[in-house]
């Protein structure tokens, strides 16, 4: 089984790759490949996106990597290959982005990734720091967390999903704010499961097993 990270120069894949190799090695996950190269991407078991940064410039990045991103769509929308989107990796499966200017994202979950705006003024944005998850709906990657596990957030823009059956977790920062979004064989997290502690390793190691 391989898994292959995506690497398009938008964000530091040190801390995800050690991660995803530590729960590959304790739970025979398979080969862990961090890559820019569609052909890779195309012979991959499971693809994980992360993205750091703001959501135009993410996109763009990502669509100048020749023939990479129609890869991760063939291999995901196709093939049925299980996908997880971390951080702006995570927004960019939305319809569309709002950060600086309209941006259109994936349209793979549909929803709008807008602006934090907390109802308690003294909260600020970015949201930054550990929140406690909200369980929404069960899902195979989410097997043994539960509401009031720790998630690590660093974030100034949320997904608003359309369809409330594809928000599987949230957090509280005066209001609602998408943690965990995911439909059929796709994931994403907007919090850091490399950086989360016991909930961000269990989530990986059960990615790695998932067998949609």
């Known amino acids: 089984m391989l898994t ?9 894949l040190h801390s995800a790759e050690k991660a995803f190799q530590r729960m590959a ?19 991959a078991d499971r693809i994980v ?6 959501f135009p410039a993410c996109r763009t990045a990502l669509g100048s990597y020749g023939g990479l991103f129609e890869a991760i769509e063939d291999a995901v929308t196709h093939k049925a290959r299980p996908f ?3 951080c702006v990796g995570m927004q960019m499966l939305a319809s569309r982005g709002h950060e600086y200017r309209l941006t259109e994202g994936f349209d793979w979950i549909a929803g709008d990734v807008e602006r934090i705006k907390p109802a308690d003024p003294s909260l600020k944005v970015p ?8 369980i929404d709906h069960p899902h195979p990657v989410l097997d043994g967390l539960k509401t009031g596990d720790h998630a690590y957030f660093v974030h100034s823009y949320h997904f608003r999903v359309t369809n409330p059956a594809h928000r599987l ?3 509280d920062y005066g209001g609602p704010i998408t943690a965990i979004v995911g439909r059929d064989t796709i994931i994403g997290t907007q919090f850091h499961p490399e950086k989360s502690q016991a909930a961000g390793l269990r989530l990986i190691a059960n990615f790695l097993r998932w067998r949609p």
Request: with cysteine.
């Open 4 to 12: 292959v990270l995506v690497d398009y120069d938008s964000g530091n």
């Open 25 to 43: 090695a304790e739970g025979d996950g398979g080969e862990i490949l961090v890559s820019s190269r569609p052909e890779d991407v195309a012979r």
């Open 49 to 54: 996106l992360p993205g750091d940064g703001a």
């Open 84 to 86: 997880l989107g971390i």
């Open 127 to 134: 949201h930054m720091g550990w929140n406690d998850l909200v």
């Open 169 to 171: 977790a949230f957090c």
